[in-house]
């Protein structure tokens, strides 16, 4: 059985500001270590988040958020040493490289 609840959560904008939203959450299943379980129920008891799902979702989420970033900072590595790409930069600086001293002539 799958239920599915409204909530509001906590996000960021791309500025880093939070932001709430309403979005569509499904109950699921998922087998932790014991030992993770306990610690937990240790920090939420201690106030680390309102609930267990709170603080699994916020460090999901940041997993989640991690990778994609790991995913791009290969992107970015892998562009810095493609010498086609490379080619394309060095061109762009080259055709607007003096686009700043052509503004001010027009003055």
Known sequence: MVGIAICAIKNYNTKGTPTMTRQRMR??????????????????????????????QRALADGVNRAREAQLAEAFLNASQDPD???????????????????????
């Open 27 to 56: 109950k699921v299943t998922y087998s932790l270590p014991e030992d993770l379980l306990n610690g937990v129920r240790s920090v939420v008891r201690k106030g680390a988040a309102p609930s267990y799902s709170a603080f699994v």
């Open 85 to 107: 790409f490379l080619e394309d930069v060095h061109q762009t600086l080259r055709d607007f490289g003096n686009s700043d001293d052509d503004e001010g002539r027009d003055r």
